[in-house]
């Protein structure tokens, strides 16, 4: 019974329509992750584009499926990768995985793979 109740609790967004629509967004970290670089994004289809970050990078939201996307930038990558970034690459393609939902709140973890998260928190929809 107690199983049932913590399967049922790890997945609060397989019953609702947790998607992120058309808008403007910020990402607020997770307190652990709160030093991560703050930054907003728009939704415009399936385009994304960061606002008020250093670069403004465009991509285009791939669905993994059932609560899952990947971002896939639109920009040829010009900068080597740093050792961090390379040791994330060689465990998989990051992904974002929506865990839940509520009004214009969308909670979040980034996994570099199955096991492994770089980080979570939400997006909250500004306009």
Do not use: A
């Not at 709160?34 to 606002?51: A, C, D, H, R, V």
């Not at 403004?56 to 990558?77: A, P």
Request: proline share 2%; net charge negative; aromatic share 10%.
């Amino acid at each position: 019974m107690c199983v049932l109740l913590l399967v049922q609790l790890g997945n609060n967004c397989t019953d609702k329509d947790c998607k992120l629509t058309n808008g403007k967004y910020k990402v607020v970290y997770e307190e652990q992750f709160s030093n991560y670089p703050k930054f907003e994004f728009e939704i415009n289809g399936q385009n994304l584009t960061e606002i008020n970050s250093e670069r403004n990078r465009n991509y285009i939201i791939e669905n993994l499926g059932e609560n899952s996307f990947r971002l896939k930038s639109l920009e040829k990558l010009t900068d080597p990768l740093n050792e961090f970034q390379k040791t994330l690459m060689s465990h998989g393609k990051p992904y974002y995985e929506i865990t839940d939902c509520k009004n214009d709140t969308i909670e979040f973890i980034m996994r570099v793979n199955l096991h492994v998260i770089s980080h979570s928190g939400k997006f909250v929809r500004i306009e």
